[in-house]
């Protein structure tokens, strides 16, 4: 799978944070992209026609997860497929049946569906490490790696219909790939922090920095599993280039509370306001990412995203400047 020139791929939802990335770096090493899109024409897509070699290698499709002819249409003529598209809802949504769940699994299921019937070779799935550590019964003392698996009763019982949905559409996709023989591998992140590519949308995980420089009363002293979006995108297509690559991929680079956060922050930036107190949350884990660093996976330091993070927000218009 090594020889990129001139390969047809597609991208699902390829104006989002991760997907733009990952459309840069496809392009970059001379794939031609299929990217979905659902408003073709729009403001928020400008930044993909301006990445390098877009004129020439990448096709928008108008495309919804939910209309399988349109997805189908996208997906013909690829070797491989990225599905990244999926719901990240901000906040609590009024019907998360509609907007959350269904556009996550029967999507994803739709997306598989549409491979086979292209005989694509390989599909890479974006699902979430909201796919592997939402589990009350996790051990305490061990790394937590890939053979974990979030509880999808507990999801329903605690209403976290993000984490519910990414888990069953995981799920469903690995079955769908034993009962098919399609080649499905998945690559799990933590929060994806990072530069932002797209200029007139804001994605839920590009919030969370911005909100705890603009300091508050308290905040929970929650756990952050965080991994740079170019490192993302790179696992991705290793994820593809590598043969054998074959299962589910966790991806973090760093773990560390809130609290600590906040000091790395000010020690780079000791102007913003930042979170007068914390509460206690004993949530704290630690996740392996060894079976993608056996792929050939390397991440930055923590440093380098939060200062392009910052940068990045700060162009965008979503933080002051110091
Ligand atoms: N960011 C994180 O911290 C993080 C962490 C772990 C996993 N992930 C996963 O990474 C992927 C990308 O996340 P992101 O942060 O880049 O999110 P994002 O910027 O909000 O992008 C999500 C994309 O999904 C598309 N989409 C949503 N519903 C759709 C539908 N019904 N049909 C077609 N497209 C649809 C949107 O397309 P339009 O442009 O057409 O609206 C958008 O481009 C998701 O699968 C997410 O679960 C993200």
Redesign the pocket.
């Known amino acids: 799978m090594a020889d990129s020139t001139g390969k047809n791929v597609c991208v699902?939802?390829a104006?989002?944070?991760?997907?733009s990335w990952l459309v840069k770096l496809l392009l970059s090493k001379g794939y031609t992209v299929h990217g979905?899109?659902?408003?073709p024409g729009s403001q928020?897509y400008e930044h993909l026609l301006k990445l390098e070699k877009a004129s020439e290698n990448l096709k928008l499709f108008k495309?919804?997860?939910?209309n399988y002819e349109s997805i189908h249409s996208a997906i013909v003529g690829c070797s491989a497929v990225f599905h990244?598209?999926?719901?990240?809802p901000e906040t609590v949504v009024p019907n998360p049946e509609v907007e959350v769940i269904e556009?996550a699994v029967k999507?994803t299921l739709n997306v598989l569906e549409a491979c086979l019937e292209a005989k694509v070779e390989r599909v890479v799935f974006?699902s979430?490490?909201?796919a592997i550590i939402m589990n009350q019964n996790l051990p305490k003392d061990k790394v937590i790696d890939e053979s974990y698996w979030t509880d999808k009763d507990f999801c329903r019982r605690t209403q976290n219909w993000y984490c519910f949905s990414?888990t069953e559409a995981e799920d469903q996709a690995m079955n769908f790939a034993k009962r098919t023989g399609l080649d499905v591998v998945t690559i799990c992140?933590?929060?994806?922090l990072g530069p932002l590519l797209q200029s007139t949308t804001v994605?839920?995980?590009s919030l969370i920095l911005p909100k705890l420089l603009k300091g508050c009363d308290t905040v929970e002293d929650k756990t952050r599993w965080i991994v740079d979006v170019r490192d993302v995108v790179d696992a991705i297509l290793l994820a593809y280039e590598k043969p054998e690559a074959q299962g589910r991929y966790q991806c973090n680079s760093h773990t560390l509370k809130t609290r600590d956060l906040v000091e790395k922050l000010k020690s780079i930036y000791p102007n913003y306001k930042y979170p007068a107190k914390f509460t206690e949350v004993d949530d704290y884990k630690r996740l392996s990412s060894e079976k993608l660093q056996m792929l050939g996976w390397k991440h930055r330091p923590l440093d380098e995203t939060l200062i392009d993070s910052v940068e990045s927000y700060k162009d965008a218009g979503l933080l002051q400047s110091e």
């Open positions: 699902t939802g104006g989002g944070f991760v997907a979905t899109v659902r408003q928020k495309a919804d997860l939910l990244v598209a999926c719901p990240v556009p999507g974006v979430s490490v909201a990414k992140p933590s929060l994806v994605n839920a995980s």
